[in-house]
Structure formats: structure tokens, C-alpha cells
């Protein structure tokens, strides 16, 4: 049985996780996988301080050339986080032939083109099946278990901090500022939580599935987000009375040759599988066209459900190596048809809405909002008009009221055309608020 | 690219599928997996009908040997079902070095042993993501997505037909025969729906997960099964007041060296994941030592999702042919460990009970019943008393009423003493009802 040589670069929560599987497991992964696995090398910049897994001193090493131009090193496992120095070493790591696992989806999502580009040239293989939903084996689903099925959509909840929010905002009634404190104290969201809340998380990930599922490469830069920072609670209530519950939701759907591509706050129908995804869990759907439709659910983040990730990565990384195989097993990588998907302008998103109108609780309001959707031909499928005074926007003795209409499939161009019309025509009193739904029309 | 020659033996439901998809789809699993399939050969015993799918005259045949003894043919699928033939076929298929894809569950459980003994000695491989759970997949998920963790517990429903029955009982109230008759009528229940109904077919599916998850044969014939005919509506109901779903459970649980796997209709917590799983949907849940709760959901049967999976494998086999590699790159078989699975004894289940006992609506009853539970040292956790006249039961002017009772983890061994000895102490008019429950204590 062949020795594969593993090193770790970036020794905090997920390195210190696959460091701890690879030890304690090496027996354990030998048995099922026919290759024996040696973490040789770990690798960060202060070794001064205590670690939940504390690794032999004659595996740190001090700098990263002593990882890099050790010739027994097979696979480099990149924890690192962040974009320069992870993109840098692996460059380099790709020159010196040595195959690469990483959890890093911010740098995928940003640089996987040039970084896939130059693995093909060396035929060097990069796992990253823990940067999407961490423990659930979703990028292994996607390239080999549905390799028979077209995907005609894919989308979940792929980020915990969110998830945990929206849930005890659901379930406890807490508006967005209460409940992001409060998991901020249980550990479950960090100290500075922007690119969780604004959704950028989720869209590194979608752009990462998304590559896989439609075929080719996704530009970042231009995927539509949305975060949660300003879901009122008062829309997950009303939202509730029509049966929905409101999760984070990212999106990715193909018409024809482009591909639909979003972060934003979606109501779900409450029965839905992924509305019964709570908390800190994350669950991916999958529409192939021979398999239908299949879900994966599981832990998106922590220490040991990503390192279970990253070890299976490398378990498949060293058995082709012990093969003498190189990347021609690798089903599909980020640029799978060297092509680049087309994304689907945001004017021309394709879907149902909820909007919330904020409204003078006057007779006719809702004659005159009915007749501006219906000039711009959508339909609607269900009102709530409340007697519920809004005391919050209450300025003079004008009652504020709100008054919320959930469209059929519709076009975000003439919804959006439709609510600049009201509000230009001061039916309205605040921001209009709009969640996108999806749900399939009755 | 090298092109590799595959024949399909069986040309029924999945038969279609596989044929379908293999010829619609060339292109696109050549684009995905760099290897191209081709369909060479269909068999099957009579040709004089029509098919969903039309394969062309050219390549069906009407001898089994036609394609055994065809040396061009690198990958034989099994989708015929039954035993006897099929287990034939494959010794057969082995001996002359042709490699294995099958959908057939029993076979594999209960000839699976020889089968795999036979493979490895001569290097072949056998793939068979398609007999648990259709198109989801869980194999490959079991042998290299969670290769990293040691399985402490597999469960999850894994036949479509029993889950469409309860499905319909719980949510329409309708008794187990009436759901069975519309079953029927809607296709989702064979004629003869035995294997189904009474937990072979779920024990089929538990036994090969066992095998994986847990590394060693299981012996099919010692497996515990309970089936849903004798389900009664009035439990459903009662489970519901504690907030429980009934479902037809496949449990797999490690305890240090024993396995205890069985299949039983089960009650689980409206709000676990598993509870949302509905119709003819299957699931199955996975808890690895690193990866925590995992959940796979999706089609558990149909032509396209099952052949879904049947590809899946015929590409892994073709890309390790073309690779020149053989099943070394195989993680695990049925026998991985080459050890026999030793089987917890039903005695020493160690779970929590759903206990209905039929008793006269007299004073005192439910203090002689909690005093025979404490004798066993069994703790209740919670308790139905009813006004609710059973009529059915009525046979004298003795009102007769359900007593259920709910208890903390508990043996078996206890539970069957305590309830023989009420029913020996005449406090009980029918055959007290015991439903196992999945749910931790609280
Ligand atoms: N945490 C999760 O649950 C999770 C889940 C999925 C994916 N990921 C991804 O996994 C990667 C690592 O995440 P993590 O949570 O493990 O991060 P972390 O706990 O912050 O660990 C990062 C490690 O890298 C070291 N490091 C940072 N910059 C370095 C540099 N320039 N040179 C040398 N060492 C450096 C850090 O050292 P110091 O301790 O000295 O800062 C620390 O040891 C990220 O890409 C993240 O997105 C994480
Ligand atoms: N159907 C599903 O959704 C599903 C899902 C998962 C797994 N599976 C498994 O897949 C296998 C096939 O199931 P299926 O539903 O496709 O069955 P099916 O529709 O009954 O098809 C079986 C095919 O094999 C032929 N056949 C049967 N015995 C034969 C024999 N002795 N010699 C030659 N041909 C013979 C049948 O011919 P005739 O038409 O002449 O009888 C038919 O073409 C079974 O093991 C089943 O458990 C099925």
C-alpha cells in the first residue's frame, strides 16, 4: 500500500479538524479506501499558542517553502481563508505538481478560472468539496452521482449564520438586530458578520454548484445578491399568514442558454423541504432531469463536519495518485466546457413576488394598486389587507396600514415597473418591500 | 477517448431508462466523464411488445449468451430482478471478467456474500448505487463522500409504497386498506404488494447500507421486520396527540461490537427531518462521527431516477476501465471488512415505546398498569387516557377505552415481560399494540 504525503496549510478550525481526522482515522481510511494517508507538514504563522488539536512539533514547520519544495508532498490542504496568499500558494503548489484541497469558496468564486486554468496545464487535481456546505458531499453528488441528469435547478440554504437568524426570527418572533446579537454570543455568527448577512457567502457557494451543475464558469462579479440586514419582522409575520417561511435562499435555475443565478431572501412554502431546514444546517436541492428532484442536508460548517469533507478529498486525491492516474478521473472541474455561462439579467428575473405595500388606510387603495399590476399584466393570486396599524409610521393622523399582494410568475421588470408607478403616484408611504417567492402558481 | 461497451440484460422499467439515457445522453457524459459509452446489446426474454423506449432492432438479442460470450462488451447491467437468474447471470458475467452494475436489492442481500467473494477474486467490479433509494446517492455517499467518519447510526424510509400508504393514512385519516386499494389504483403499489408491505423490501435496503456503513456482511435472514398491515388508524392518530408521525423505519444503530438493525414502523417527532418525507419520496439519514446528522432525499423508485443511478455507476466502472485500472480504486463492498455484522438480539433493542393497551374504562387501571411498568423498571414519560369508547371492541356493557402509554428508553426484553404480564392479569381486552419510537429522551 502506498504512503500519500498530506500537509496543512492554516492551522485554525478546519485545519486543526482535518489534522485530527487524518491521525486518528489513518487506520480507519486505510480500511476503506486501500491508501494510507501521512499528514507530514502543517503549516501557520504563529505556532505560540494553544489548539483544540495540539499536532506533533515535528510536523510544524515555519514556512511555507518547506512544504512546498518537499518533494514527498503530494497534496497541500489549503485553510487558509482569504484570497492573496491562498491564490499565490496555490500557483506555486500547481507549478510544483502538487495536487490541492481546499475550503476556501471566496477564492474559487474569484479566481477558480485562472486557478483551474493552470491545473489542467499540469494535470494537477483540486478537490473542494468542503468550500459548498461543508460536510454534505454535494460537489461529489453534482459531478459523478447525478452525472446521468441535466440540471434544470439548483438551490438551498447555504449559509448557517443566516439560516440561524431567520430561524429564531421565525420562530421567536425576534426582529433581525435582537436575533444576529444573539448569535453572535452562541458562536454562531462572527464578529463581523458582513459577508454572511449580505449574502456574499452564498453566492461564492451558488457560483461554485452553479459552475458545476450548468457547465461552465460563473463571473462572480455579476451574480445579483441580496442580504437579510433589512427583513423587517413584521414581512416574516405577514409572509406566515400566506404559508410561507422566509429563508436566504441561493439560486441557481437554467432557461435555455442562460442561467438565473441569485442571493436573496425567498418565502418558501412552509412545506417545502427546505423550509424545514433550521438553524445552523444547510441543504442543498437538486432538479435533474432523470432523477428529479433530491436533497442533501447536513452540517454547513464547524471544524469536523468540513474536515470530513476535505478528507474525503484527499482519500480520492491520494487513491489516484496511488493509481498513477492524474486528473482524467476528475469528472468536472469549475470550467468543465471551458465556457462561460451567460447570466440572466436581473430585469429579467422570472418568478412570483410578495410585496408589501405601506399604505394610508383609505378606501380605494387597493382598486388603484390592482389596476397599475394589472396594466402591467400581473396577476395576482392573493391580497392581505390589514386593519393592523403600523404605529411605526404613524406621522400625522393619517392610519398607515400595510397591504400585501403575491403575484403569479411574473416578470422583475414589470413588478418593478408597477411599484415605481405607485409609489410615484403617492399611494404609498414608506419603501415598498419586495420578496421574491419560490412557489409554483396555482 | 476510449469507448466502452455496455449491455443491458432485463428490459423493463429501469431497463428503459438506462437504454434511454445511455442513447440520449452520450454526449453529454462523454463532455462530463471524458469516457464514452456505448449500448451494445439489450436482452430480454420477449421482444414481441412495445416498450417506453424503442431500442433499435440491431441490438437486441434473444440469448443471454450473445452478449456473455461477446468479448467487447466490458460492462453487463442486471435489471432483470428475482434471484435465481440474475445470481447466474453474475457468477457467469464474473467468470468471464465483465464487470457489474445492478438495481436488484435482493439479490444482493440475500446472495451478496458469494457474490462479492466471486468479484474479488477476479477483480471485478460491481456497482449497485441503484438498489437503495433509486436515484439518490447514498452508496457512493456511504463508500467516499463520508469516508472520514465512523457511522454511529443509519436510518431513514427507504420504500416508496409503504411511505405513500402511511402518508395517506396520517394526512386523510384513511384506514391501512382503503390507502392500500388507492395505492394500488394510483400505481404506486404493485398487485401483489407483500415484499413491500411487510418490510422485506426496506430490510433488503437496510441490510446492504448496514454493510457499508457499518463494514461487514449482514446476514439478511436474521434482520427483524415488522411490516404496516396491521397498522390501526386509531395509533396514528394517538401518536399524533404526542406529536409523533408513524413511518415504516430502516434503522441501522452501532452498539460497540453488535449492529441492531431492523425494520419497523416507527414513530418519530413531527418536527425531525425525516417526518416531512412524504408520499413516495424516500430519505435516509446518516450520523458519522465527523460529520454529524447527514440527510439524502429524493425518488427511492421510477424508470429515470433509478436509472439515474445505474449510470452513475456505469460511468465510475467505464472511467476506471479506461483508466486500466480495476477495482482497487473500489472503497468498499459489501464485505469490506471480511467479517461477518454480529446482530443485536430483539431482546436487547434499547429504545423508547409507544405502548397501547385496550382495557375497561374502570378506576385503577392505569395505577395497576404504571406499577407492573415500575416492577420492570421502565419509566413513562407520558400517558393518553381517553373517554373514547372503543365500539369495535365492545362486546358486553364493559366500556372499553385505548390506555397508551409513552415510555423513556427501555429493553425490549422488559417491555414484552411488562406487557405479558398485564395481558396475563386480565387487565387487557385486545392484543396491546407496541410501536418503537425514535426520539431522545427528554
Ligand atoms: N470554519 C468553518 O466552519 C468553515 C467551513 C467551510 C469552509 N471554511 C473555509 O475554510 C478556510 C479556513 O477557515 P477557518 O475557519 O479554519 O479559518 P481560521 O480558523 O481563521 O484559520 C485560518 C488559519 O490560517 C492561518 N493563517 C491566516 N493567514 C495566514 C497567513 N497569511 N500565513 C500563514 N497562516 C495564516 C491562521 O493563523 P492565525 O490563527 O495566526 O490567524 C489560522 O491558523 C476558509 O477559506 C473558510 O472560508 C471554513
Ligand atoms: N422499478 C423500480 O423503480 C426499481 C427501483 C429500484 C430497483 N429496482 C430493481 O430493478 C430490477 C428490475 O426492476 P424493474 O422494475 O425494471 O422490473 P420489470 O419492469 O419487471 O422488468 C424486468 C425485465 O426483465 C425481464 N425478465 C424477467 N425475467 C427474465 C428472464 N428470466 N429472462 C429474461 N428476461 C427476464 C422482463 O421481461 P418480461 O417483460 O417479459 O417479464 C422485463 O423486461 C429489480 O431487481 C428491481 O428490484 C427497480
Redesign the interface.
Known amino acids: 500500500m502506498k504512503t500519500i504525503n498530506v500537509a496543512i496549510v492554516g492551522y485554525g478550525v478546519v485545519g486543526n479538524?482535518v489534522a485530527k481526522?487524518l491521525e486518528e482515522?489513518r487506520e480507519?481510511?486505510r480500511?476503506?479506501?486501500?491508501v494510507d494517508i501521512n499528514l507530514k507538514k502543517v503549516f501557520t504563522r504563529n505556532w505560540n499558542k494553544k489548539f483544540p488539536y495540539e499536532i506533533d512539533k515535528s510536523k510544524r514547520v515555519n514556512s511555507i517553502d518547506d512544504i512546498l519544495n518537499d518533494e514527498d508532498i503530494d497534496i497541500i490542504v489549503e485553510v487558509v481563508g482569504g484570497i492573496e496568499f491562498p491564490y499565490k500558494l496555490m500557483m506555486e503548489a500547481i507549478n510544483k505538481n502538487k495536487n490541492i484541497v481546499t475550503a476556501n469558496k471566496a477564492l474559487l468564486a474569484e479566481k477558480g478560472k485562472e486557478i483551474f486554468k493552470e491545473a489542467e496545464k499540469k494535470n494537477i487535481r483540486i478537490g473542494f468539496?468542503a468550500a459548498v456546505a461543508g460536510?454534505?458531499?454535494i460537489i461529489?453528488?453534482l459531478?459523478?452521482?447525478?452525472?446521468?441528469?441535466?440540471i434544470n435547478k439548483i438551490y438551498g440554504i447555504l449559509n448557517g449564520t443566516t439560516n440561524y437568524i431567520l430561524t429564531s426570527m421565525y420562530k421567536e418572533g425576534k426582529d433581525f438586530k435582537t436575533a444576529l446579537s444573539e448569535a453572535q454570543k452562541e458562536g454562531y455568527a462572527e464578529a463581523d458578520p458582513t459577508l454572511d448577512i449580505n449574502g456574499t457567502d452564498a453566492a461564492h457557494k451558488i457560483a461554485i454548484l452553479s459552475s458545476l451543475a450548468f457547465?461552465g464558469y460563473v463571473d462572480f462579479s455579476k451574480i445579483y445578491k441580496e442580504g437579510i440586514e433589512n427583513i423587517d419582522i413584521l414581512d416574516i409575520e405577514l409572509g406566515k399568514e400566506l404559508g410561507y417561511i422566509l429563508k436566504l435562499l441561493a439560486i441557481g435555475k437554467a432557461h435555455g442558454e442562460e442561467v438565473e443565478i441569485r442571493v436573496n431572501p425567498t418565502f418558501l412554502p412552509a412545506?417545502h423541504?427546505l423550509s424545514?431546514v433550521d438553524g445552523v444546517f444547510n441543504a442543498v436541492m437538486v432538479e435533474?432531469?432523470?432523477?428529479?428532484?433530491?436533497?442533501?442536508?447536513?452540517?454547513g460548517a464547524?471544524s469536523?463536519?468540513t474536515?470530513?469533507?476535505v478528507?474525503?478529498d484527499i482519500?480520492?486525491i491520494a487513491?489516484?495518485i496511488s493509481?498513477n492516474?492524474g486528473r482524467?478521473?476528475e469528472?468536472?472541474s469549475l470550467n468543465?466546457?471551458h465556457k462561460d455561462l451567460n447570466l440572466t439579467k436581473v430585469k429579467d428575473f422570472f418568478t412570483r413576488y410578495y410585496v408589501r405595500f405601506t399604505v394610508p388606510d383609505i378606501t380605494g387603495i387597493l382598486a388603484k394598486v390592482a389596476t397599475i399590476f394589472a396594466k402591467y399584466n400581473i396577476s395576482i393570486a392573493a391580497v392581505i389587507q390589514k386593519e393592523k396599524v403600523l404605529q411605526k409610521y404613524q406621522k400625522n393622523d393619517e392610519k398607515i396600514v400595510p397591504l400585501v399582494i403575491l403575484t403569479h410568475t411574473a416578470s422583475e421588470n414589470s413588478i418593478q415597473k408597477a411599484i415605481k408607478e405607485i409609489e410615484e403616484n403617492n399611494l404609498t408611504r414608506e419603501k415598498t418591500v419586495l420578496i421574491r417567492v419560490e412557489d409554483e402558481d396555482r
Chains 1, 2 share one sequence.
Open positions: 479538524g481526522i482515522k480507519l481510511i480500511k476503506k479506501s486501500n468539496e460536510g454534505i458531499p461529489k453528488a459531478r459523478e452521482g447525478l452525472i446521468a441528469n441535466n457547465g412545506n423541504p424545514k435533474g432531469d432523470s432523477v428529479g428532484e433530491t436533497m442533501f442536508y447536513g452540517k464547524g469536523l463536519p474536515a470530513s469533507a478528507v474525503s482519500v480520492d487513491k489516484s493509481l492516474i482524467e478521473i469528472i468536472t468543465w466546457q
